[in-house]
């Protein structure tokens, strides 16, 4: 399976895919194609680029967002008002399909200025379900 060109030098894959056709990813982060978080300070950008970058590794796989299964998404916020904004972003950017989701709020996450990951896990041609 092919990688696709995330992020430069990433110690991992970011994708795997199972004989049975089960995809699971890395944590998508808000990296632009250098490397480097975008948007600091701004949950709602950071959430957008996830999500985009989430999708690139599914469609390195044969997945899409429809074949996604679960979700988790991580936060670094001060309020719970700072995960309902990137939930709704990312719920936004799945539609229309709706698979489970965690939804976490955590201290602090890998990069520097990093305030949001995203996991999935998929089945090829399951259509989510």
């Not at 916020?77 to 700072?82: A, K, P, S, V």
């Not at 950017?93 to 999935?120: H, K």
């Amino acid at each position: 399976m092919a990688q696709p060109d995330l992020y430069p030098g990433a110690p991992y894959d970011y994708a795997a895919v199972t004989a049975s056709g089960t995809v699971f990813t890395a944590g998508a982060c808000p990296l632009d194609a250098h490397g480097r978080v975008v948007s600091p300070g701004d949950h709602e950008a950071q959430a957008r680029a996830a999500v985009a970058n989430l999708i690139t590794a599914l469609e390195s796989t044969g997945a899409t967002a429809a074949d996604l299964v679960k979700t988790t998404v991580y936060v670094v916020g001060r309020e719970r008002e700072d995960l309902v904004r990137v939930w709704r972003v990312v719920e936004a950017a799945l539609a229309p399909a709706r698979p489970p989701s965690t939804l976490l709020g955590v201290s602090f996450l890998g990069y520097p200025d990093q305030l949001v990951e995203i996991e999935g896990v998929a089945s090829i041609g399951s259509g989510g379900r």
